[in-house]
């Protein structure tokens, strides 16, 4: 390679990927002037593309390497990216208009306008898809600006107005995937990168109708090998992109039947075809043959007009049905003798207003290399160079799980910015949250979150990555999508204003009560599962009527309740360190007064011992006793102390009860080795039976209970 040359400006590469052959133009941007430093044009070897599109992406590739490594060597140095640009037979344009809404006067930014963009985009690529009745997938390759909006009033351009909307006509340009898929392989494969993807008319239409040009109506038809490629303008817009699968390739197949030549040779007769000199080939037989121009052309004659008729057609119908005033012609195709007319022709114009443009735009293209070429075939490569400034710092391109994507570049994109462009959800690339559990405690809402699950799996260019990570162009972003952790789950035990016992003075005895919620009404104990929209009141209280029944006691008719020494019903609430007394008489403890002296403070707990134990002889569980059965050496109060034995199967093994004279469900865990402290499951079962139990369920000798932890 030759010594690394120096230039005062970024070199770009635009390379227009034709049907017939392959242009590759280098050069440079100063100020409004492009400089061109390199310049190579190779044929395809076989027909490895047709009308626009890549049938041999190998084959294809293997050009583009050849041109590239050409280039190399005329600029001294290595080339990497590559700006190109896609047609197609499929091209569809979709036109409309689009809003933004600032939040409020504001002054417009280029993001705000790339914003404004790609809305327009999203709504275009809607309405295609429903008018869309083609089983194929569709890729935005382009879009175009028709005019700007400034709180609804047209404007040339946005940045720096204060608006409150901004809004926008555009033209937006589809094709199919396999197209672009194609161009972007054949491009990898030959080395290099794409920098910059546009349309091809777009791309002609930079060098063949400068701005100045476009309040006329005019139309370009860019004719290459495969597709005559339309773009028209009018009020200082191109307002329309069109395009024929109709080009010179149609031509030289005419030839090839005529002349009994392969395609090759008759592109060499369809070239020669200007020339006023008979033509020598050798026809499929070896046979030398010859002929005149004059009879190539009238071979072609009936395609050409046909062909104008085709893009006449269509011209017409991208500028609402009637002809523009002039036509300019670029690409190689057009430049076939009797084209022009025919066109003309067709459009009920002025000949000399259908004419090739080569050389006369590009007076202001600075050519720095020998024998330059300023003809209408390097038009449209010229133009790829130039769409570069007007979108290297505005979009770049990255594959996002195998879609490629369109970004505006402000220097800060991240893995986040592709996935956003792209649709992932946001959910999908953080941990997620199982299913939260609402609940009311105590009157006032609670929520209770779920568990956090597993973080996106992000890869950049195969190689770990955050969602933070920055991100080039190319770059090739894989992401898995994280996972919901477990739905919330809470029992009643776990809450903050859940304690576990109640603590009261029955009859001067200490009682230690298990703690109960109530739950939608229905009391619940501390092993319940909280249910979604759970009524939640944590009872800090039992009534008389509890009390009696958990320490299953049977009270005789007329046995007065004293809740802190005062007369109580079963409904009195009874809370922490509350004393209950029941006895047959009445006791007259109520009227004490809190600053009584110890002497009296005595004294009543001598009345409440008394009280202990005319209750206790008022408590009859087995029946009635008189004094004569008792036993010498015991007293009266002795005598009513009477316990139960049971046996009971816990989990199919024998549990034997004595001490009490009755027993209830709870009893039995101060039986068993079942460690209520250390959860091994979400809550406890208690059954009964085999039905479900409370824990304040009396227990009968033989009953069956099965305790275990629920997952």
């Known amino acids: 390679m030759a010594e690394s040359k120096k230039y005062p400006g970024q070199l770009v590469f635009g390379l227009d990927i034709g049907t017939r052959s392959i242009v590759g133009t280098v050069g440079y941007k100063t100020g409004d002037t492009f400089h061109v430093v390199a310049q190579q044009t190779k044929e395809h070897d076989t027909r490895a593309m047709l009308d626009g599109q890549i049938h041999d992406i190998n084959k294809v590739g293997k050009t583009i390497r050849a041109i590239k490594e050409t280039l190399e060597k005329q600029i001294g140095r290595k080339i990497t990216d590559v700006c190109i640009a896609a047609a197609g037979r499929v091209l569809q344009t979709v036109t409309t208009h689009v809003d933004y809404e600032m939040p409020e006067e504001t002054s417009v930014e280029p993001e705000h306008i790339y914003a404004l963009d790609m809305l327009g985009v999203e709504k275009a690529y809607d309405e295609f898809q429903e008018s869309n009745h083609l089983d194929i997938k569709f890729y935005c390759v382009g879009y175009t600006v028709v005019k700007y909006y400034l709180n609804h009033y047209p404007i040339n351009a946005l940045e720096n107005h204060k608006a409150g909307v901004i809004s926008e006509d555009l033209i937006v340009t589809f094709l199919p995937d396999e197209v672009v898929d194609g161009l972007y392989k054949a491009v990898e494969i030959a080395g290099l990168q794409v920098a910059n993807l546009t349309l091809e008319p777009i791309a002609a239409i930079q060098v063949a109708i400068p701005v100045m040009y476009r309040m006329l109506n005019i139309a370009l038809v860019d004719v290459g090998a495969g597709t005559s490629d339309i773009s028209v303008t009018r009020d200082g817009s191109i307002i329309a992109y069109g395009m024929i699968p109709r080009a010179g390739d149609k031509i030289t197949e005419a030839i090839a039947q005529h002349c009994l030549v392969d395609f090759i040779q008759a592109e060499k007769i369809k070239m020669a075809a200007g020339r006023k000199t008979a033509i020598n080939y050798k026809d499929i037989m070896g046979l030398a043959q010859k002929i005149m121009p004059n009879e190539v052309i009238k071979t072609a004659d009936t395609l050409i007009k046909d062909m104008a008729k085709e893009v006449s057609d269509k011209i017409k119908e991208l500028?609402?049905?009637?002809?523009?005033?002039?036509?300019?012609?670029?690409?190689?195709?057009?430049?076939?003798?009797?084209?022009?007319?025919?066109?003309?022709?067709?459009?009920?114009?002025?000949?000399e207003r259908v004419a090739l443009r080569g050389e006369e735009v590009m007076k202001d293209i600075d050519f720095q290399i020998d024998d330059p070429k300023r003809d209408s075939m390097y038009v449209t490569p010229i133009g790829i160079c130039l769409n570069f400034y007007d979108q290297k710092n505005n979009f770049i391109f990255v594959h996002f799980n195998g879609e490629r994507i369109k970004l505006y570049d402000n220097n800060h994109l991240a893995i986040i910015d592709a996935a956003m462009q792209a649709n992932f959800t946001n959910e999908g690339l953080f941990p997620r949250r199982g299913r939260e559990l609402n609940f009311v405690i105590n009157g006032k809402p609670r929520i209770v979150r779920g568990e956090l699950g597993e973080a996106a799996v992000v890869m950049l260019n195969d190689a770990p990555a955050g969602v933070n990570a920055p991100i080039q162009a190319n770059d090739k972003i894989v992401v898995k999508e994280s996972t919901a952790g477990a739905d919330a789950v809470m029992e009643i035990r776990k809450l903050p204003e859940y304690e576990s016992t109640i603590q009261v003075i029955v009859n001067d005895q200490k009682v230690v009560l298990p703690k109960f919620a109530e739950v939608n009404g229905q009391l619940q104990s501390g092993f319940y599962e909280i249910k979604e929209h759970d009524d939640i009141k944590i009872l800090n209280y039992y009534t008389v009527q509890q009390i009696i029944e958990f320490m299953d006691v049977i009270l005789k008719e007329g046995t007065k309740l004293y809740v802190n020494n005062k007369l109580a019903s079963l409904d009195e609430k009874v809370y922490e360190n509350f004393s209950l007394i029941w006895t047959m008489e009445e006791v007259h403890l109520s009227d004490v007064e809190e600053d009584m002296d110890e002497d009296a403070s005595e004294s009543y707990e001598e009345d409440a011992q008394e009280s202990v134990m005319a209750d206790e002889a008022a408590i009859d569980p087995v029946g009635e006793q008189d004094n004569e059965?008792?036993?010498?050496?015991?007293?009266?109060?002795?005598?009513?102390?009477?316990?139960?034995a049971i046996t009971v199967m816990v989990n199919q093994e024998p549990v034997h009860m004595v001490g009490k004279n009755s027993y209830i469900y709870v009893d039995v865990f101060d039986l068993i080795h079942f460690d209520l402290s250390q959860p091994k499951g979400k809550s406890v079962v208690t059954l009964l039976n085999g039905a479900p139990a409370q824990y304040t369920e009396i227990l009968k000798n033989g009953d069956?209970?099965?305790i275990y932890w629920k997952d």
Not at 324 to 334: E, I, P, Q, R
Not at 630 to 640: F, L, N, R, Y
């Open 319 to 351: 500028n609402g049905g009637k002809p523009v005033s002039a036509v300019f012609v670029v690409g190689g195709g057009g430049k076939f003798p009797g084209y022009t007319e025919a066109l003309a022709k067709e459009m009920g114009i002025q000949t």
């Open 629 to 644: 059965s008792v036993p010498d050496g015991k007293d009266a109060t002795e005598s009513q102390e009477i316990t139960t």
């Open 704 to 706: 069956v209970l099965d």
